[in-house]
Structure formats: structure tokens, C-alpha cells
């Protein structure tokens, strides 16, 4: 129960610092990114089901550090990368690093995609392997230790 606490704890302090952060990265390819590592996580186990891409889109929708962007366009660009994920999971994962990477030299915006990346791993209580090794991965796409976040 402490680890779960200690993760809920995390994820609220990320959340905070994220809102007030966010505002200053509204650009395409950060919404992209946002996306691509929303999708990613939802899809992590290598599947992505209907319930799951609701539950993530529902976060996406009501999250108040994603409020600067226009929903529609959130919910369209994160379908976008569900729908690669669900074609071909391979080369869907591989869209997902490149749109993350290309904020690889914008240090404030990639921890704040990371950040995101396991509050959407960790907003069903269940931050799971396939979930932690995603974000390593795009911790890795963006340079970033993953040790950082204590992934």
C-alpha cells in the first residue's frame, strides 16, 4: 500500500508541476509528442482495446494540464496514433518515438512528455511493466535517464 501511496503522491506533484509548465510549450510538435506518448502507453501491452483508448481519451479530455490545446484537435491527433498502434503495433511504436524524439533538444518540454507518459501509466493504480518500458523508451528518444523518474 506505501508503494502505491508514494506513486499516487508523485503523480499529483508531476500533475501540479505540469500545469503550471505546459503553458509555455503550446506548440504542434509538443502536442504531437503528447499524444504519441498517451497512445503509446495505452497501447503498451502491444494491444490497445475500445475501453482502454476511451479511459486514456477521457484523461487527455479532462487533464487541466492539457486544456491549452484544443480538445478536438487532441482527441484527432491521439486517434491518429491509436489507429497506427492498432494497424501495425511495430511501425505504429516506431511513429510514436519519432513524433516524442522531435522534442528530443527542447529539455523542459521532453520531461513534461515523460511526466505525462507515466501519469497516463499510472492513472488506473497499475503503472505495469509494458508501461514503464514505453516510457524508458521515449526517456531514451528524448535523452533523458529514465533513473530520473524511477522507472
Known sequence: MAFWD????????????????????????FANATMAMCALVAAADGDIDSSE????ASFIMNNETLRIFDASD???K???????????????KIECIQAISKIKNKEGQ?????????????????FDPDEKKVV????????????????
Do not use: H, P, W
Open 78 to 92: 491521439f486517434d491518429f496514433y491509436c489507429d497506427k498502434l492498432t494497424q501495425d503495433f511495430d511501425f505504429g
Open 53 to 56: 483508448r476511451q479511459k486514456t
Open 6 to 29: 508514494d506513486l499516487k503522491g508523485k503523480i499529483s506533484s508531476m500533475n501540479k508541476n505540469l500545469s503550471t509548465k505546459v503553458s509555455q510549450f503550446k506548440n504542434n510538435d
Open 136 to 151: 524508458k523508451e521515449a526517456c531514451n528518444a528524448v535523452g533523458i535517464s529514465s533513473e530520473e523518474f524511477d522507472i
Open 110 to 126: 521532453a520531461r513534461a512528455i515523460i511526466q505525462i507518459g507515466i501519469i497516463i501509466g499510472g492513472a488506473d493504480g497499475d
Open 74 to 76: 487532441l482527441r484527432e
